[in-house]
């Protein structure tokens, strides 16, 4: 049984930064691409970042890109999200998910496991 737990979320300022992080136990960790997905209020889940199973290869949404780092330490089971420069449209609950495959698809419907989430929210 995979289970995928998040924590780190909380309010911040506009400009800020968190780091979130998501501890996997169940399964390998290290076969398995891992990824970060966020859902606002009233909108749909959407993709934020992901990291293939080496660690070697990261993809971003254009929205996050340059403010956001994902990576990952296989030797912890563990994946985490650097936001930096945060501004109020990051607030959202933010989920890790590991996918099904060793290589990045940043689509939600190829990711295997999901997490229940962490609220980030970005004060103006």
């Known amino acids: 049984q995979v289970q995928l737990v998040e924590s780190g979320g909380g309010l911040v300022q506009a400009g800020g930064s968190l780091r979130l992080s998501c501890v996997a136990s169940?399964?390998?960790?290290?076969?398995?691409?891992m990824n970060w997905f966020r859902q606002a209020p009233g909108k749909e889940r959407e993709y934020v970042a992901g990291i293939d199973w080496r660690g070697g290869s990261q993809n971003y949404a254009d929205s996050v890109k340059g403010r956001f780092t994902i990576s990952r330490d296989n030797s912890r089971n563990t994946l985490y999200l650097q936001m930096s420069s945060l501004k109020p449209e990051d607030t959202a609950v933010y989920y890790c998910a590991r996918s099904s495959g060793p290589l990045i698809t940043p689509t939600k419907s190829r990711m295997a496991y999901w997490g229940q989430g962490t609220q980030v929210t970005v004060s103006s």
């Open positions: 169940g399964g390998t960790f290290s076969n398995y691409a």
